[in-house]
């Protein structure tokens, strides 16, 4: 059985988020007492990625996101070798399945392998398979056990990618998850009790989560990303695929492109946002979300969180993963100020370091 890192406990380790349009790498230290510890950033880097190299969410050129990882990771300063990567949630089947509580890890994994064909619909041969124990199941006497199953595919190529950049994975863990962490260290106390909504609007895809006291409810993922304002920007602008990216990242598009594009954009996503969620709530019976945390770099999109806020009736915030961080000498604050809510996913990876 090839794990998933999902139960490790070592560190420091260097998150590491391959995204369809760069190489992002954090790497944290924790400061203080066991009881009362802070996080400090000891090192940060975004690598921009060409086009070819993450098609469609799988890595498409192993030898560009090497090269990419080892410029990030260059760049950053570190001297860590071990890395915690992730699979998109698409590429991931997850089960929850209820075991009697009280077993030994290794009895657990028996009882799992002989099982999996039952909650996996692929040859197990084809795949990597990983479980962690969430907590008691609703009957006495069971604990809910989460099952992670991905292609040995999919895994290899990171694991390929992480090579060329001389770093090995100590953890290959799911998107939903790293993300649900970051999510939950954001919010500090303010997460106990409440049902966070996580939106995370990266270029390919938006990730759509629940979470509540640490515990993932509900992930989707949908095609609907900034890849789709881009191609507005290009369309009504006439401009280049990389001009129409760097004039949205600077600010430097022409007067209506807020009235004209970005609210447009943003009236689309807030309604896919909402109906993925309202799906859920059906699905389950739930009541909704208390808060809605916006990361990934669309999360900055002009107007997007007042219209999130007053379109679905939930305080959404712009996540800032660093908001209880301090800066380590080597880090540059630029870059956290500009791409704090790109680096959640790296952020939440980082911390399983500290599992
Ligand atoms: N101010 C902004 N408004 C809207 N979109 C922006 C802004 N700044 C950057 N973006 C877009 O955010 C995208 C990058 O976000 P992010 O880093 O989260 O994506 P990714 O992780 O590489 O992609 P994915 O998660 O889909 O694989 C780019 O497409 C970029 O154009
Ligand atoms: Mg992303």
């Given at each position: 059985m090839f794990s998933l890192g999902l139960g490790r406990k070592q560190a420091p380790l260097l998150?590491?988020?391959?995204?369809?349009?760069?190489?992002?790498?954090?790497?944290?230290?924790?400061?203080?007492?066991?009881?009362?510890?802070?996080?400090?950033?000891?090192s940060c880097a975004l690598e921009t990625l060409p086009p070819t190299a993450v098609v469609e969410k799988k890595i498409a050129d192993i030898q560009a996101v090497g090269e990419s990882i080892r410029q990030a990771v260059t760049r950053c300063g570190t001297k860590a070798k071990a890395a915690a990567v992730a699979v998109p949630g698409s590429a991931t089947i997850t089960k929850v399945i209820p075991l009697s509580a009280g077993m030994k890890d290794a009895e657990m994994e028996g009882l799992i392998q002989l099982d999996a064909?039952?909650?996996?619909?692929?040859?197990?041969?084809?795949?990597?398979?990983?479980?962690?124990v969430l907590g008691p199941a609703v009957t006495q006497g069971e604990v809910d056990v989460l099952l992670v199953a991905t292609r040995h595919e999919v895994v290899d190529n990171l694991l390929a990618a992480l090579a060329i950049a001389g770093l090995e994975a100590e953890v290959v863990d799911a998107e939903p998850y790293a993300l649900e962490n970051a999510a939950t260290l954001t919010?500090?106390?303010?997460?106990?009790?409440?049902?966070?909504?996580?939106?995370?609007?990266?270029?390919?895809?938006t990730r759509i989560q629940v979470v509540r006291n640490g515990r993932g409810l509900f992930s989707r993922e949908q095609g609907f990303a900034a890849a789709q304002l881009l191609e507005e920007i290009q369309r009504r602008y006439s401009l280049k695929a990389d001009e129409?990216?760097?004039?949205?990242?600077?600010?430097?598009?022409?007067?209506?492109?807020?009235?004209?594009?970005?609210?447009?954009?943003?009236?689309?996503?807030?309604?896919?946002?909402?109906?993925?969620?309202?799906?859920?709530?059906?699905?389950t019976s739930s009541k909704p979300a208390d808060q809605i945390l916006l990361a990934g770099g669309g999360a900055v999109l002009p107007e997007l969180e007042q219209m999130v806020s007053s379109r679905l009736g939930i305080l959404a915030y712009v996540a800032n993963p660093f908001a209880h961080m301090t800066l380590g000498p080597r880090v540059p604050g630029q870059l956290i100020q500009r791409h704090g809510p790109a680096l959640a996913l790296a952020v939440g990876l980082a911390l399983r370091g500290f599992d």
């Open positions: 998150g590491i988020d391959i995204g369809s349009t760069a190489v992002k790498v954090v790497e944290l230290a924790r400061v203080g007492s066991a009881s009362a510890h802070t996080y400090q950033v000891a064909d039952q909650y996996i619909p692929y040859p197990l041969d084809e795949v990597n398979l990983d479980f962690t919010m500090g106390a303010l997460a106990e009790g409440q049902t966070i909504a996580i939106a995370d609007i990266g270029a390919q895809a129409a990216r760097r004039c949205l990242e600077a600010g430097e598009l022409p007067g209506d492109f807020v009235a004209e594009v970005a609210r447009p954009f943003a009236e689309a996503l807030t309604q896919q946002i909402g109906r993925a969620l309202q799906y859920y709530y059906s699905a």
